[in-house]
């Protein structure tokens, strides 16, 4: 197993560009999250998704837009880029049910200039 | 608001030493308390979890301590050693599935 991937690892934005991280996950886990770290900040969810189909907000989602066509893939999209949204981005995922482990992928560094 | 307050922000601590990080939080709803640990340049990883209807937990060197009057739990590293180098983060969660994240506890352990 892979676990939960994303890509690319590093990307440099000007302001006003959009882009997607990708990411993607090989455990057949319903849940997946979107978080951004920020120095001093903690890790802040940006959108989650019980599972296919259905997504939701969380604490910061304005400026991401989010999908979820399979079980597999949870893309976040930047609709204009600004450079307050330099930060490293890190999706996760984690099954139905107890225990509520999450499962981080490596990140992306996102630089918006 | 933040629901979920961690301090210190970094803590150094000599080999051997016990390092502490505290955290507390705001609502009662919370059911489920992580701690992840954080190497420079990777994800977090779960270290340990409690939940609300025990007082402690304990594996190997790492234990959570709760005090649900309080609303307070905090996460003991015994014998800190060089390789527990990292950044701590502890969380709280409830039934929406959410997962909030304190801001985060830099330890540095020093030969």
């Known amino acids: 197993n892979a676990g939960v991937t994303q890509t690319p690892k590093f990307q440099v934005l000007k302001t006003g560009q959009s882009m997607t991280l990708q990411c993607a996950q090989d455990?057949?886990?319903?849940?997946m999250s979107w978080y951004r770290q920020d120095p001093g900040m903690g890790l802040r969810l940006i959108h989650y998704s019980v599972g296919a189909g259905i997504t939701d907000q969380g604490e910061v989602p304005n400026g991401y837009n989010v999908s979820r066509s399979t079980t597999e893939d949870f893309p976040l999209r930047l609709l204009s880029a600004a450079p307050s949204q330099t930060s490293v981005y890190f999706c996760?995922?984690?099954?139905?049910?107890?225990?509520?482990?999450?499962?981080f992928g490596p990140g992306t560094r996102l630089t918006v200039t | 608001q933040q629901q979920v307050k961690q301090s210190p922000q970094s803590l150094i601590v000599q080999k051997g030493g016990i390092s502490i990080i505290n955290c507390a939080y705001e609502n009662t709803a919370f059911d489920y308390f992580p701690w992840y640990q954080q190497f420079p340049g990777k994800g977090p990883a779960l270290l340990i979890a409690?939940?609300?209807?025990?007082s402690e937990k304990k594996e190997g060197r790492f234990t959570i301590s709760f005090n649900k009057s309080a609303k307070q739990f905090s996460l003991h590293i015994m014998d800190s050693q060089p390789g527990d180098s990292a950044t701590y983060f502890c969380a709280a969660g409830d039934n929406t599935d959410k997962l909030i994240f304190g801001t985060g506890t830099r330890l540095q352990v020093f030969p």
């Open positions: 996760a995922s984690r099954p139905r049910g107890l225990p509520r482990e999450q499962y």
């Open positions: 455990m057949n886990h319903e849940y």
């Open positions: 409690i939940r609300p209807d025990v």
